[in-house]
């Protein structure tokens, strides 16, 4: 059975300032994905990124960059110098199945103060 | 841009109603989803359709049921609704394309209260 893990509840933190949004992905797959969504207060989830277990390099656009480590299992998000538009719950899905339909973390609540 | 709509922000509705909950995307993608989100358990998938008239239960169906009829249009069902399926509602579609690895484009959600 798979199992995705985001241990961060939520996560407070100034203007600026970077911060890392971990993720953990346990499954006995050999090769996956993962996504990562973001869902600000209106609600309306968004996709950022999709990448697979066969890249480990760092993906980085703008502000956001990705580091995935298969030997850990652990697939982080780091924004640099947040902004108060970033504060939203932040979301890790691998997908799976038939339709290959997400399986969503509790997710992390990120809250920018100005 | 893909585009997902939901035919309500909010309901509300009261205990035994009949439910119907419409999602329309206007992308032509052959899957479609149902989710509700609750505080603390993120998204949980309660049905899925890869085709017209072709469903697959997720994880959580008891209570809800689906219909397919046209190719962009899914909608979920509660047949006699009770307060625990007070929830936000929240549609997907995607396409199945060569990988089938394809991100899932989302509705804006239904906040659905169950009196």
């Known amino acids: 059975a798979q199992k995705v893990t985001q241990a961060q509840t939520e996560i407070s933190v100034v203007e600026k300032e970077d911060v890392t949004l971990d993720c953990v992905y346990e499954t006995r797959d050999t090769t996956y994905y993962l996504f990562w969504y973001k869902q600000p207060p209106s609600g309306e989830l968004v996709f950022l990124i999709r990448?697979?277990?066969?890249?480990?390099q760092n993906e980085i656009s703008g502000r956001y960059s990705w580091n995935f480590q298969k030997s850990t299992s652990s697939f982080n998000f780091t924004i640099t110098a947040s902004q108060v538009v970033d504060s939203a719950v932040y979301f890790c899905a691998p997908p799976s199945g038939s339709a290959r339909q997400l399986t969503f973390g509790s997710g992390t609540q990120l809250t920018v103060l100005p | 841009d893909v585009k997902v709509t939901q035919s309500s922000r909010y309901l509300v509705k009261r205990t035994g109603e009949k439910v119907f909950l419409e999602c329309v995307q206007d992308m032509d993608h052959e899957n479609m989803f149902w989710y509700r989100q609750d505080p603390g358990l993120g998204l949980r998938l309660i049905y899925f359709s890869y085709d017209v008239k072709m469903k697959e239960k997720g994880d959580i169906p008891e209570g809800y049921s689906v219909s397919r009829e046209k190719k962009e249009r899914f909608s979920l069902i509660l047949e006699s609704a009770s307060t625990n399926q007070t929830s936000m509602y929240l549609c997907a579609s995607s396409t199945q394309g060569v990988s089938s690895y394809n991100e899932q484009f989302f509705g804006p959600g239904t906040r659905l209260t169950v009196l």
């Open positions: 990448r697979n277990s066969f890249d480990e």
